[in-house]
């Protein structure tokens, strides 16, 4: 449906590359007023840019969300922007270090993935919620992977650990705000061809022939098909849809 976030205000962190670009194309083309959140100023400030050439409206805010001030500034200046909270995508995150074993994963590797995948998505929640409880509701989507359902050797200890963290701290959510008409829900994405996914096949040497031979579909899809899902679980078509960890993976974890 177009139209359906018209007037509505809308955060997608990680919005500079990948599937958060793809989800704030999406929220704009649907009428959002979008929030783009990255730690990148260059592709931050382009997606705003691409938005704008189609005659949507979106402001870029230079965002570390692993650091609580930061966040704050976040949610403060999308509040003194906008004047409100509708929905938000918690999207960013890192990959870390790739197929090294648990016993040989270094400890500052292990911080700074767990500081952004998931102390991140916490500290998103943890300024967000307040200002949608004051507002009477709101919707929140978080961005877990299929490495958080199962576990992986390719992902890493740092990024699996991470991912579940998302699943768990997501449905914790939903249950504390079910009745406040705010709903949390994560999704659980697949093997999307983005600029993560292309770090991690220079890293590993096969990886996309590897994951490809699991991969029921037999291919990798593109962030537009993960966004999209996304923003459904955002919009009120999803209503009754809270604490839900929807994987969009081509039937990967079904195996």
Same mark, same amino acid.
């Given at each position: 449906?177009?139209? =359906?976030? !018209? /007037?509505? &205000?809308?955060?997608?962190?990680? *919005?500079?590359?990948?599937? %958060?670009?793809?989800? @704030? #194309?999406?929220?704009?083309?649907?009428?959002?007023?979008?929030?783009?959140?990255?730690?990148?100023?260059?592709?931050?400030?382009?997606?705003?840019?691409?938005?704008?050439?189609?005659?949507?409206?979106?402001?870029?805010?230079?965002?570390?969300?692993?650091?609580?001030?930061?966040?704050?500034?976040?949610?403060?200046?999308?509040?003194?922007?906008?004047?409100?909270?509708?929905?938000?995508?918690?999207?960013?995150?890192?990959?870390?270090?790739?197929?090294?074993?648990?016993? =040989?994963? !270094? /400890?500052? &590797?292990?911080?700074?993935?767990? *500081?952004?995948?998931?102390? %991140?998505?916490?500290? @998103? #929640?943890?300024?967000?919620?307040?200002?949608?409880?004051?507002?009477?509701?709101?919707?929140?989507?978080?961005?877990?992977?299929?490495?958080?359902?199962?576990?992986?050797?390719?992902?890493?200890?740092?990024?699996?650990?991470?991912?579940?963290?998302?699943?768990?701290?997501?449905?914790?959510?939903?249950?504390?705000?079910?009745?406040?008409?705010?709903?949390?829900?994560?999704?659980?994405?697949?093997?999307?061809?983005?600029?993560?996914?292309?770090?991690?096949?220079?890293?590993?040497?096969?990886?996309?022939?590897?994951?490809?031979?699991?991969?029921?579909?037999?291919?990798?899809?593109?962030?537009?098909?993960?966004?999209?899902?996304?923003?459904?679980?955002?919009?009120?078509?999803?209503?009754?849809?809270?604490?839900?960890?929807?994987?969009?993976?081509?039937?990967?974890?079904?195996?």
């Amino acid at each position: 449906m177009e139209n =359906q976030f !018209e /007037e509505k &205000v809308v955060i997608v962190t990680g *919005g500079g590359s990948g599937i %958060g670009k793809a989800a @704030c #194309m999406i929220f704009s083309k649907k009428g959002a007023k979008v929030v783009v959140v990255d730690i990148n100023p260059y592709s931050g400030t382009e997606t705003v840019a691409e938005i704008e050439s189609r005659g949507g409206e979106a402001v870029f805010l230079q965002t570390d969300v692993s650091k609580a001030s930061e966040v704050k500034h976040m949610v403060d200046g999308t509040i003194a922007k906008f004047g409100r909270i509708d929905c938000a995508f918690n999207n960013a995150g890192i990959e870390g270090a790739q197929g090294v074993p648990t016993h =040989q994963y !270094e /400890e500052q &590797v292990w911080d700074s993935v767990l *500081g952004v995948n998931l102390k %991140g998505v916490w500290l @998103c #929640m943890k300024y967000e919620i307040p200002q949608m409880l004051k507002q009477g509701g709101g919707s929140i989507v978080n961005t877990s992977s299929i490495a958080g359902l199962v576990g992986s050797i390719a992902a890493g200890a740092g990024y699996a650990a991470s991912k579940h963290g998302v699943i768990g701290l997501t449905k914790t959510a939903a249950l504390e705000n079910a009745k406040y008409g705010i709903r949390v829900n994560v999704i659980c994405p697949g093997g999307a061809y983005t600029p993560m996914t292309e770090r991690i096949a220079l890293g590993l040497p096969g990886f996309k022939e590897r994951f490809l031979d699991k991969e029921p579909m037999g291919r990798f899809c593109s962030p537009e098909e993960i966004a999209a899902p996304a923003v459904w679980l955002c919009s009120d078509s999803a209503s009754f849809v809270t604490g839900h960890a929807m994987s969009v993976d081509g039937g990967f974890v079904c195996q």
